[in-house]
């Protein structure tokens, strides 16, 4: 089963930046949709970011576009989350999700998705 690492997450001042990283060691996430997603605490899941495996065509939610970045790395196994000008209201933790030959599109909301465990983010002065 895929195995997914969210890492880069921690205490940031508003306006800050933080890369997120989502990894599976040795696997090539290029054939992957990849999607980022977040809860705040009391909060639903959210989705906010994804980068398709057919094109690499990113999509984000209105409440990030602008600030965030969805990006593959040179190093295959691994796709960033780039975020910019970080709000208060950015605190959350964030998940990264897999879905094989995924293109970001409803269809895709059917098909298996494969998580990682989550990475704190903290936006506060």
């Known amino acids: 089963q895929l195995q997914l690492v969210e890492s880069g997450g921690g205490l940031v001042q508003p306006g800050g930046s933080l890369r997120l990283s989502c990894a599976a060691s040795?696997?090539?996430?290029?054939?992957?949709?990849i999607g980022w997603f977040r809860q705040a605490p009391g909060k639903e899941r959210e989705g906010i970011s994804c980068?398709?495996?057919?094109?690499?065509?990113?999509h984000y939610v209105d409440s990030v576009k602008g600030r965030f970045t969805i990006s593959r790395a040179n190093a295959k196994d691994t796709t960033y989350l780039q975020m910019n000008s970080l709000k208060p209201e950015d605190t959350a933790v964030y998940y990264c999700?897999?879905?094989?030959?995924?293109?970001?599109?409803?269809?895709?909301?059917?098909?298996?998705?494969?998580w990682g465990q989550g990475t704190q983010v903290t936006v506060s002065s």
């Open positions: 999700a897999a879905v094989l030959f995924g293109d970001c599109t409803p269809t895709t909301q059917s098909k298996r998705h494969y």
């Open positions: 980068i398709s495996s057919r094109d690499d065509t990113t």
């Open positions: 040795g696997v090539d996430l290029s054939v992957y949709a």
